[in-house]
């Protein structure tokens, strides 16, 4: 994909999504870092039900840090993998505490350092939650940058390290989300909805599924 067919699809995907923001409920650069290790493998609505109760009661690390993890698994099992998340949300918050005086760090070397969190959930927690310049690769953004060809690439370091290429870095938090949305309303993963598509023309996708005819 050329240079100019990238600059239409963002500037499509912007006048389409412009405003689209982070799907899970926060209030702290903390709840935002535990509801973006729940939603591995779940659904932001169903994390949001989750988390309105548990932040309730626990929505600092010393708070969370009070329950055993059979006690936390019981409390997030609707997310999924819960004795998992369990296990990495208490080491992340015992790690908070203990090495960074219980606040979420900024930096992505101290946050991958932490249990249960990769690049994905430090992107997330630095652009939501401190305003940094950050792409998230999650399964949308990996989803649509092959599809489209936008920033095809094996696996998800390839596609972040593209698309930050490809993306003016002062767009790169917006730009996720857009492609976000564009995942979660047009672009399936099963069945897209090519023929509602407002980046169709520029795709490759729908391209090479033309070319085959």
Request: hydrophobic residues 35%.
């Amino acid at each position: 994909m050329n240079k100019e067919k990238r600059k239409k699809i963002l500037e499509i995907l912007e006048e389409t999504y412009r405003g689209a923001a982070c799907g899970l409920d926060f209030r702290t650069p903390f709840e935002l870092l535990v509801s973006t290790i729940l939603s591995a493998q779940c659904t932001d609505e169903r994390v949001n039900i989750v988390t309105k109760e548990l932040y309730k009661e626990y929505n600092t690390p010393q708070a969370i840090l009070t329950l055993s993890e059979e006690e936390l698994g019981k409390k997030i099992h609707s997310c999924g993998f819960y004795k998992n998340k369990s296990k990495n949300i208490l080491g992340a918050c015992k790690s908070i505490v203990e090495k960074h005086n219980g606040q979420v760090p900024r930096t992505m070397e101290e946050l991958i350092a932490l249990p249960g969190v990769g690049r994905k959930t430090a992107n997330v927690v630095l652009s939501n939650a401190f305003g940094v310049p950050a792409i998230a690769v999650d399964t949308h953004v990996f989803r649509i940058s092959n599809r489209t060809g936008f920033a095809p690439g094996d696996n998800v370091e390839i596609v972040e390290e593209k698309l930050m290429k490809y993306i003016p870095k002062n767009m790169w938090s917006d730009a996720h989300h857009y492609i976000i949305w564009h995942g979660r309303k047009i672009c399936d993963a099963r069945k897209p909805k090519c023929h509602q598509c407002p980046i169709a023309p520029y795709c490759d996708y729908l391209n090479k599924a033309s070319s085959k005819k």
